[in-house]
């Protein structure tokens, strides 16, 4: 397919024939993609209860209604099922902050609302279990951080860059800022899912960051 137009058939073979095999393989494609989307579904809820270790590729072929097959067809392991169901839900929250820094119009707030809003997220027992305890574990310290900036640094650079272009924050690289500052918010992350009293554990990671931020004022 291009530009929204079937491709052109082949030098002799029927048009009627051709297009019947075109609309057949959007269908398989169709089909494929919700095969797909329901295996991720299905994996994302066992592993958000379970973990990686206690959760089987029959279990979740099963739950998805499928057979084990057509889930060694999408995917070639139970690794790369639990790689998929981690990019899902790390787009999910990226998605959840940008939606909370979109309703505030200081860039100042729109910083602290992001952190606060992860931190809220990553306390939730299934996102705990999928990002930061199997996360690391599953997909390797260096692959686990390779994803994480991918999906939240471009973000935190650019809020910094504005609130130093503002002349609110410290005159800083903001490149370098910004990876010192994720490190801080993941590492805070990790205590959450690390502590018996989430609540208390939360409320001091948010006056720690707060200070932080407050330090790296530029009239501070």
Same mark, same amino acid.
């Given at each position: 397919?291009?530009?929204?137009?079937?491709?052109?058939?082949?030098?002799?073979?029927?048009?009627?024939?051709?297009?019947?095999?075109?609309?057949?393989?959007?269908?398989?494609?169709?089909?494929?993609?919700?095969?797909?989307?329901?295996?991720?579904?299905?994996?994302? $809820?066992?592993?958000?209860?379970? =973990?990686?270790?206690?959760? +089987?590729?029959? !279990?979740?072929? /099963?739950?998805? *209604?499928?057979?084990?097959?057509?889930?060694?067809?999408?995917?070639?392991?139970?690794?790369?099922?639990?790689?998929?169901?981690?990019?899902?839900?790390?787009?999910?929250?990226?998605?959840?902050?940008?939606?909370?820094?979109?309703?505030?119009?200081?860039?100042?707030?729109?910083?602290?609302?992001?952190?606060?809003?992860?931190?809220?997220?990553?306390?939730?027992?299934?996102?705990?279990?999928?990002?930061?305890?199997?996360?690391?574990?599953?997909?390797?310290?260096?692959?686990?951080?390779?994803? $994480?900036?991918?999906?939240?640094? =471009?973000?935190?650079?650019? +809020?910094?860059? !504005?609130?130093? /272009?503002?002349? *609110?924050?410290?005159?800083?690289?903001?490149?370098v800022l910004g990876h010192l500052i994720l490190a801080v918010v993941t590492e805070a992350a990790m205590m959450l899912a690390d502590t018996a009293?989430?609540?208390?554990?939360?409320?001091?990671?948010?006056?720690?960051?707060?200070?932080?931020?407050?330090?790296?004022?530029?009239?501070?």
């Amino acid at each position: 397919m291009s530009n929204g137009k079937p491709a052109p058939s082949p030098a002799g073979f029927p048009v009627w024939l051709w297009l019947a095999a075109m609309a057949g393989r959007t269908l398989r494609d169709e089909h494929a993609e919700i095969t797909r989307r329901e295996l991720v579904s299905a994996a994302r $809820d066992l592993f958000g209860r379970r =973990g990686f270790a206690g959760t +089987g590729v029959d !279990e979740v072929a /099963a739950q998805a *209604r499928v057979t084990r097959g057509a889930l060694y067809h999408h995917f070639p392991g139970k690794k790369d099922v639990f790689l998929a169901v981690f990019e899902q839900v790390q787009g999910e929250l990226r998605e959840i902050v940008a939606r909370a820094a979109a309703q505030e119009s200081d860039a100042w707030e729109r910083m602290r609302v992001s952190l606060r809003v992860f931190l809220d997220a990553c306390s939730e027992p299934g996102i705990q279990r999928i990002l930061l305890e199997d996360g690391p574990a599953v997909l390797g310290w260096a692959r686990w951080r390779e994803i $994480d900036a991918r999906y939240f640094m =471009g973000g935190m650079i650019a +809020g910094l860059e !504005e609130l130093i /272009a503002e002349g *609110r924050l410290k005159a800083l690289d903001a490149e370098v800022l910004g990876h010192l500052i994720l490190a801080v918010v993941t590492e805070a992350a990790m205590m959450l899912a690390d502590t018996a009293d989430v609540d208390a554990t939360r409320a001091e990671a948010e006056r720690a960051l707060d200070a932080i931020f407050e330090g790296l004022r530029a009239d501070s």
